[in-house]
């Protein structure tokens, strides 16, 4: 197929146009092709013909050396080591995040988890069984009473959020140091105690606890739900 260009335009836009088509056609055109008796003509048809085509081809020779060929690999290169250090830096942002997160997390956990155990270390324990025969008065870390009746049976654990006391059987009298901090628990099998300073005694009986308040205030919360046919 021939190619068809132009020689009539003057305008020099036309020019360079018709000249980097011809470049683009003759350059890979065979040596026999009827296209150079046309290349040939347009070419002498006006001076500016040949001035622009020879403009392109310097270009394009300057734009294929070596030197240029490797500038231009360079700046490829650096553009896609640009890129890719920053998706580094982009993934590095992300996964430093993630990590702080998780650090802060496992963190939070492991400190309510320190907490709770700290909380659930006892500061002071004592068991007192007494027989039949025998009733004690014993003064607490933190200055409350228990008197143990005879015939009975409890253990005292003081905790940093809470003193506790279980008693199994018999009665026992309480007079309690004030702590807003630490509740006073009492528990028998039946019934759980709580105050915060008070006097009273509890009897904790076969079917039944019986709590007497001397003076002060507790809140009695039953561990079982009564029978109606007792």
Same mark, same amino acid.
């Not at 963190?107 to 025969?133: C, E, I, K, R």
């Given at each position: 197929?021939?190619?068809?260009?132009?020689?009539?335009?003057?305008?020099?836009? !036309?020019?360079?146009? +018709?000249?980097?088509?011809?470049?683009?056609?003759?350059?890979?055109?065979?040596?026999?092709?009827?296209?150079?008796?046309?290349?040939?003509?347009?070419?002498?048809? !006006?001076?500016?013909?040949?001035?622009?085509?020879?403009?392109?081809?310097?270009? $394009?020779? +300057?734009?294929?050396? !070596?030197?240029?060929? *490797? +500038?231009?690999?360079?700046?490829?290169?650096? /553009?896609k080591s640009q890129n890719k250090l920053a998706r580094?830096?982009?993934?590095? /942002? *992300?996964?430093?995040? +993630?990590?702080?997160?998780?650090?802060?997390?496992?963190?939070?956990? &492991?400190?309510?988890?320190? #907490?709770?155990?700290w909380q659930a270390t006892p500061t002071m324990q004592?068991?007192? %069984?007494?027989?039949?025969?025998?009733?004690?008065?014993?003064?607490?870390?933190?200055?409350?009473?228990?008197?143990?009746?005879?015939?009975?049976? $409890?253990?005292?654990? #003081?905790?940093?959020?809470?003193?506790?006391?279980?008693?199994?059987?018999?009665?026992?009298?309480?007079?309690?140091?004030?702590?807003? %901090?630490?509740?006073?628990?009492?528990?028998? %099998?039946?019934?759980?105690?709580?105050?915060?300073?008070?006097h009273f005694a509890v009897n904790q009986f076969s079917? &039944?606890?019986?709590?007497?308040?001397?003076?002060?205030?507790?809140?009695?919360?039953? /561990?079982?739900?009564? !029978?109606?046919?007792?």
């Amino acid at each position: 197929m021939s190619a068809q260009f132009s020689a009539q335009s003057k305008a020099p836009s !036309n020019i360079s146009e +018709t000249a980097a088509r011809w470049y683009l056609h003759m350059r890979d055109a065979a040596v026999d092709a009827p296209e150079h008796s046309q290349f040939e003509a347009w070419l002498m048809a !006006n001076p500016m013909h040949q001035a622009e085509y020879e403009s392109i081809t310097e270009t $394009m020779k +300057t734009l294929s050396s !070596n030197e240029q060929l *490797a +500038t231009l690999a360079n700046a490829l290169e650096q /553009k896609k080591s640009q890129n890719k250090l920053a998706r580094q830096h982009k993934v590095k /942002k *992300a996964m430093s995040a +993630t990590f702080a997160t998780l650090v802060l997390g496992f963190g939070a956990l &492991f400190s309510a988890q320190q #907490y709770q155990h700290w909380q659930a270390t006892p500061t002071m324990q004592m068991a007192a %069984n007494n027989p039949v025969d025998s009733i004690t008065t014993q003064t607490l870390d933190d200055g409350s009473q228990v008197t143990l009746s005879a015939n009975s049976e $409890m253990q005292v654990v #003081y905790y940093r959020h809470q003193r506790h006391v279980q008693l199994a059987k018999g009665e026992a009298i309480f007079e309690v140091a004030k702590d807003p %901090n630490r509740p006073f628990v009492v528990e028998t %099998n039946m019934a759980k105690i709580t105050v915060l300073g008070t006097h009273f005694a509890v009897n904790q009986f076969s079917q &039944f606890v019986r709590i007497s308040v001397d003076h002060g205030r507790v809140q009695v919360e039953a /561990k079982f739900p009564s !029978n109606p046919q007792d």
